[in-house]
């Protein structure tokens, strides 16, 4: 790939509408394939907003009603908005065309990223994005227990009810508080789509965002994790400007490493 450049869009009282950011996605795709700029990642914040991708389920979506944006990327609902870093590569994928290996490199850009952190990080199988660990299921729920006013999940009904609600059970379930039951959570969500041999959408890094949006939908359409944010791992408040130069030097390094083969004739 040539070298990525980088493109600030707005952040804090600057973040962009959602549908802004589509359309000049959009622009720089158009742009991107003619070979009329080079790879382009786009880098903001957006102002409160769920987007739903193709795989979206209506249960998966918020009850009250809340408008969500529903999106040509891959992957199934999020929520985007302050405290977090959203970033939009769009770059020509080497060729043969592997969209699985640009998730990958995306995800491996991350994990660099929170290394640099001190935050360990790591892949789930079968589940995109970048994840911080629980502990073992019994450690988990001891945890759950002492910190959520001695709540037992033994009885655990998400292990037995494939339609559980968490929505409906309290914040002992809730996504936000994932990181109180020891079990996984997700750092960064990733989604993309890939038209003509270019990349859109991206992924979204939880720095210091209000994590409780997550709670009104079921994230990406799991059930039994829930989400986290480098400020909740850490301890202490990491805002989206100390993170923004650390993913342009890893997302940089990751992407500028992929090399395409000629176009076959």
């Given at each position: ?22 359309q000049?996605?959009r622009?720089?795709?158009t742009a ?8 382009t ?37 999020t ?13 020509k ?5 592997d ?17 640099e ?124 400007a ?9 997302l ?14």
């Open positions: 790939m040539s070298e990525l450049r980088f493109v600030h869009l707005g952040f804090g009282a600057e973040a962009v509408e959602y549908h802004a950011a589509w000049e996605q622009r720089v795709h991107r394939f003619a070979d009329e700029i080079p790879d990642c786009l880098l903001l914040e957006h102002q409160p907003v769920y987007t739903a991708g193709r795989r979206t389920e209506d249960s998966e979506r918020p009850l009250d009603g809340t408008p969500v944006i529903d999106v040509d990327r891959g992957g199934k609902i929520w985007h908005g302050p405290g977090q870093l959203v970033g939009y590569p769009i770059v994928l080497p060729r043969p065309v969209v699985v290996a640009h998730v990958r490199r995306l995800e491996e850009a991350i994990i660099r990223v929170c290394a952190f001190g935050l360990e990080t790591t892949r789930v199988e079968g589940r995109s994005g970048v994840w911080v660990l629980g502990e073992s299921v019994d450690d988990g729920r001891e945890r759950a227990a002492g910190a959520l006013g001695g709540l037992s999940l033994d009885f655990d009904p998400r292990l037995h009810d494939e339609e559980f609600d968490p929505r409906f059970s309290g914040p002992e379930y809730a996504p936000s508080n994932a990181g109180q039951r020891g079990e996984d959570r997700k750092l960064c969500a990733i989604g993309i789509r890939v038209a003509k041999g270019v990349t859109m959408h991206g992924f979204s890094l939880n720095c210091d965002p209000d994590n409780t949006w997550f709670d009104r939908i079921i994230p990406c359409g799991i059930r039994d994790a829930g989400v986290t944010s480098l400020s909740q791992e850490l301890g202490r408040t990491v805002p989206v100390e993170v923004l130069p650390m993913v342009e030097k890893h940089g390094a990751v992407l500028g490493a992929a090399v395409p083969l000629p176009r076959a004739v």
